[in-house]
């Protein structure tokens, strides 16, 4: 299981900004942010691939948040509902940066492959004000990721950026699907 790193404490600075009704957070990890979102949406759906995850997050870090409804899935595949947010700190290195095996740090082979299926994914699942927050590393292919951004959403921003030793982390906020854009 993936612990709360400066990853998660990154993203955590950022979404205390957001509030509403419903949100959706894919690959929950321990747990963590689903419990930030907890307190400032209505109701909060989470999803792991990682069965653990999932245990470990109901049996200790959403132990007591009535509010939520976590799924052990790939992606949110199964779910048929619209969320007024759905973040991800999603697996984003690239392959060669280390063990293949690891899904919970590696994104494909450009470290961008598992976020643009998630993109893919998810457009059906955003209300149509809803608003997507996402992780992405400067280590990945940004260009081809930006390239199907442009493609699928009207509005894209990074909205933070911070530097670490070897990589620096950019979180982009992204909203309106295009219409018929079903790419
Ligand atoms: C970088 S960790 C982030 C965990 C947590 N959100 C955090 O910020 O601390 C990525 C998470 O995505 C999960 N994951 C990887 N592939 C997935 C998939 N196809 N569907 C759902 N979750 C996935 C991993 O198991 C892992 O828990």
Do not use: H, W
Not at 88 to 112: C, H, M, Q, R, W
């Amino acid at each position: 299981m993936y612990r709360p790193s400066e990853d998660t404490y990154f993203m955590e600075d950022i979404l205390t900004n957001y509030r509403g009704k419903i949100a959706l957070e894919v690959g929950i990890g321990s747990g963590y942010l689903t419990r930030l979102l907890s307190t400032n949406f209505e109701f909060v759906v989470g999803t792991d691939i990682d069965v653990n995850s999932i245990m470990y997050a109901k049996n200790n870090t959403l132990a007591n948040i009535s509010n939520k409804l976590l799924v052990c899935s790939d992606l949110s595949l199964p779910l048929k509902c619209k969320f007024d947010l759905i973040i991800s700190n999603p697996p984003y290195l690239p392959k060669e940066f280390g063990n293949l095996d690891d899904t919970a740090v590696y994104g494909g082979k450009k470290g961008i492959e598992l976020t643009i299926r998630l993109l893919r994914s998810i457009q059906l699942q955003l209300s149509e004000r809803g608003k997507i927050v996402i992780m992405r590393s400067t280590l990945s292919d940004l260009k081809k990721m930006d390239d199907f951004i442009e493609k699928l959403f009207l509005n894209n921003k990074i909205i933070a950026k911070k530097t670490f030793f070897f990589e620096s982390l950019e979180i982009l906020e992204l909203s309106g699907v295009r219409n018929g854009s079903m790419i």
